[in-house]
């Protein structure tokens, strides 16, 4: 079973605010995902870390979103400001490898009213 | 560009009898193939795993899934459904090498029914 702590489980803003939620990986692994999920079961890859390190991350992410991962904390993401469309359940993942099994957390599930 | 496709996005199945889902591929290189399933308010926990090897391989709780390379597939089956089966399940595919990320397909929302 995973170990992906997610934090929190659920969060409401309104339009325009900023919305920052966490995630602690699996113990010992050093590789760290970020998807999003939208009600139609459609997922979409934002950013990933290897240890504090970003490697990849879509235009969107560029833009509205950050996130980071600092040593001996947990990582985030933050939707600096929220709109509609962002509401969605964001994943966080980890694995010990690239292209390894990743392990998922329960997620946060935005609503921005 | 990978993708995936999962073309039965409802399934029902009487518990007791066997299932199959379906899931196709389009990826350039030799993929790592998925199968992830989603229960209500959790996130995903993965059933099994493809890399290379046999074309069959065995998961958790009596799944197992075929890759086909001619075909281009990897279909799940299981021999005999339970009702705490009725969750979604998605197939997805991903890349060896740094930056891998995972496409998924939409899933598929399997009922059971008694």
């Known amino acids: 079973n995973s170990k992906v702590i997610q934090t929190p489980r659920y969060l409401v803003k309104g339009q325009g605010q900023k919305a920052k939620m966490r995630c602690i990986p699996e113990k010992g692994h050093p590789v760290v995902f970020w998807y999003q999920q939208n009600k139609n079961n459609e997922f979409k890859f934002l950013i990933n870390f290897q240890n504090q390190e970003v490697l990849q991350q879509i235009d969107m992410t560029e833009k509205r979103f950050s996130a980071e991962c600092p040593s001996n904390s947990p990582c985030s993401l933050e939707i600096q400001s929220s709109e509609a469309g962002d509401s969605a359940l964001y994943l966080c993942a980890s694995s010990l490898d690239w292209g390894d099994e990743q392990y998922f957390g329960p997620g946060t599930r935005l609503t921005v009213l | 560009a990978q993708s995936v496709t999962q073309p039965d996005a409802r399934v029902t199945v009487s518990e007791g009898a066997s299932l199959q889902l379906r899931c196709k591929y389009s990826y350039s290189a030799t993929p790592y193939l998925f199968w992830y399933v989603q229960y209500p308010r959790q996130g995903l926990q993965m059933l099994l795993k493809?890399?290379?090897?046999?074309?069959v391989v065995q998961g958790v709780n009596g799944f197992e899934a075929e890759f086909s390379k001619s075909d281009s597939s990897f279909h799940l089956r299981k021999a005999s459904v339970h009702w705490s089966d009725s969750a979604v399940y998605f197939c997805?595919?991903?890349?060896?090498?740094?930056?891998?990320?995972?496409?998924f397909g939409k899933g598929a929302k399997l009922t059971v029914s008694p």
């Open positions: 997805a595919v991903s890349a060896k090498g740094t930056g891998s990320k995972l496409s």
């Open positions: 493809y890399y290379s090897g046999d074309p």
